[in-house]
């Protein structure tokens, strides 16, 4: 089950966000086994981080979108579990204050972007500037239509200069959301989620789709992949995920450094 393959948006490929099923579990067929295979990578997931950040070189930048209660929040919990809290942080990208409207669209995110050894992740990002945005009309065409060029320059820098990027679309479905939407306000521990903004903005369903598959076909490059991941189903939303983050790492071929490299790094030399 190569889940890397099936769910990375091929690059300059033709994306169409109504090929792919919210519900596919592929052959997973129960949640046990899922929660057990998840289980076993969060812990291969421990060790990785632990190399990652020993060998200080690079970094790993995880983006999570999707539309409200899509699970981004929970995705984070699940697999980020077990990981050294020193080696790994969140960023949730709000509505941008005045300052930061002040500035460029990438400039607030790229101050959050990890250092060498660090695993960030966005809990959105600056795709927000080409779905929120565009839904809204919050700036002209001309302006967000310009984005994803600026979206794949920025991302290439990045990954010049060792940062490498996962990026994660939840995709569930127009009913799964009313599920979540409407346990919010049965559940008590989930009514404090509820926000006015979700209901407005679900409105907007079929322009926040269309916004996601573009910004998903235009943005999905060598360097920064998407993956659209089938989120119905939290339990194998956790497994897609965890695999991947883990396939990513193990293909770095993480070392811990020698002292030949630490006495480098020691002696200022930048790498
Ligand atoms: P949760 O609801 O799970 O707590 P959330 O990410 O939905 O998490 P909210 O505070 O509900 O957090 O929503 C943040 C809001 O900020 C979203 O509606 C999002 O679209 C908006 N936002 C993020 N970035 C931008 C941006 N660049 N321009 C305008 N709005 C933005
Ligand atoms: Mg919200």
């Known amino acids: 089950m190569n889940l890397r393959k099936q769910f990375m948006v091929k690059p300059g490929g033709k994306f ?27 812990g291969r997931l421990v060790h990785l981080q632990k190399v990652l950040y020993a060998e200080h070189k690079r970094s790993l930048l995880i983006i999570l979108q999707g539309m409200d209660a899509s699970g981004k929040d929970g995705t984070i919990s699940h697999v980020m579990s077990g990981v050294n809290p020193q080696g790994c942080y969140v960023t949730a990208f709000k509505e941008p204050t005045k300052v930061e409207l002040d500035h460029d669209f990438l400039w607030r995110v790229h101050q959050h972007v990890p250092g060498r050894g660090i695993i960030g992740i ?40 060792n940062v490498v990027i996962l990026k994660f679309f939840l995709n569930i479905s127009k009913d799964e959301q009313a599920r979540r939407l409407e346990e919010r306000k049965i559940d008590p521990e989930k009514s404090w989620k509820i926000s006015e903004a979700d209901e407005a903005e679900r409105k907007f ?18 360097y920064a992949p998407w993956f659209v991941i089938p989120a119905n189903k939290k339990w194998f939303r956790n497994l897609a995920v965890s695999q991947i983050i883990v396939d990513m790492l193990d293909d770095l071929k993480l070392k811990y450094p020698t002292q030949v490299n630490l006495a480098k790094r020691n002696s200022k030399a930048r790498q």
Do not use: M
């Open 205 to 222: 369903w079929d322009d926040y789709q269309a916004a996601y598959q573009d910004a998903i076909g235009k943005c999905s490059t060598k």
């Open 16 to 42: 169409r966000l109504s090929d792919h099923d919210p519900d596919e579990v592929c052959n997973v067929d129960e949640k046990k086994e899922a929660v057990e295979l998840t289980l076993h990578l969060t």
């Open 122 to 161: 966005f809990n959105r990002s600056h795709y927000e500037d080409v779905l929120v945005v565009r839904v809204h009309n919050l700036v002209p065409k001309d302006v967000w239509s310009k984005r994803y060029d600026q979206i794949n320059a920025f991302e290439e820098i990045l990954a010049e200069n």
